[in-house]
């Protein structure tokens, strides 16, 4: 069973930097693709960004676009999503995901493998 864990959140004020990691417990095709979600409180979850291992490919929801930046380093278990210039509308649960092959890269249906989460809130 393919595990994912998250850490690296917290509280921040408007304009802070946080920087989340999600380690699987395997680098496989089944891992293939990472991507980080959200859900605010009483919205629904939405695709921020995801990365494709194998190219170190990745893809941008328009509304973090120049703030976050997901990688990867050298050790591919583990894979981070640096968010910077953070606003309150940035407050949310934090989810990373793992799958073979996404269709849709920034959809959570097509995401086999979760983790538990991570909080994220920014404070003016």
């Known amino acids: 069973q393919v595990q994912l864990v998250e850490s690296g959140g917290g509280s921040v004020q408007v304009g802070g930097s946080l920087r989340l990691s999600c380690t699987t417990s395997e680098y496989t095709y089944r891992t293939a693709f990472v991507g980080w979600f959200r859900q605010a409180a009483g919205k629904e979850r939405e695709g921020v960004a995801a990365i494709w291992r194998g190219t170190a490919g990745t893809y941008y929801a328009d509304s973090v676009k120049g703030r976050f930046t997901i990688s990867q380093p050298n050790t591919k278990n583990t894979v981070y999503l640096q968010m910077d210039s953070l606003r309150p509308e940035d407050t949310a649960m934090y989810y990373c995901?793992?799958?073979?092959?996404?269709?849709?890269?920034?959809?959570?249906?097509?995401?086999?493998?979760w983790g538990q989460g991570t909080r994220v809130t920014v404070s003016s």
């Open positions: 995901a793992a799958g073979a092959a996404p269709r849709s890269k920034l959809s959570d249906s097509d995401y086999t493998y």
